[in-house]
């Protein structure tokens, strides 16, 4: 199993009934190649977490690399995954992802977004401890 979290940047800001017909469509989808995880929106900016067969997780992200509704900044890729972190989520509604700690999405967005405006890369150690902030993320929401 393989997962993947990435941030892009919308070329237009999305409505509200845009972002639902995403999560509906973003849903239909994943649970039909089972893959689950969420998607956060917020000025802008998507903040993804998908995982699953790492086949269905490579064609999902060359898809989202040609939506022309926005551009990818960065993604972060993590194989060999053990179990889901988020095991029930098709694809977790945007609106049920706006969390009290939202903070902890934005402060990511805007951290890669550093990262790749100034050509810098991550280091390992960096990007497994976004993952284990996923670990954490799941824990609190799943509780």
Known sequence: MKSV?????????FTAQELKELSLS??????SNGISGYLYYKDKHFLQYVE?????????IKTIKLDPRHRLIMAIEENSLEERRFP??????IVEVMF?????????????????DNNLTLSASSKSQLFRLMDELSVSVLA
């Open 100 to 116: 009290s700690n939202s903070v902890v999405e934005t402060t990511i967005i805007k951290t890669l977004t550093l990262f790749k």
């Open 5 to 13: 979290l990435y941030i892009s940047e919308a070329l237009n800001s």
């Open 52 to 60: 699953g067969d790492e086949q269905h997780i490579d064609e999902l």
């Open 26 to 31: 973003s849903v239909q989808n994943n649970n």
């Open 88 to 93: 029930d989520w098709g694809m977790k509604s």
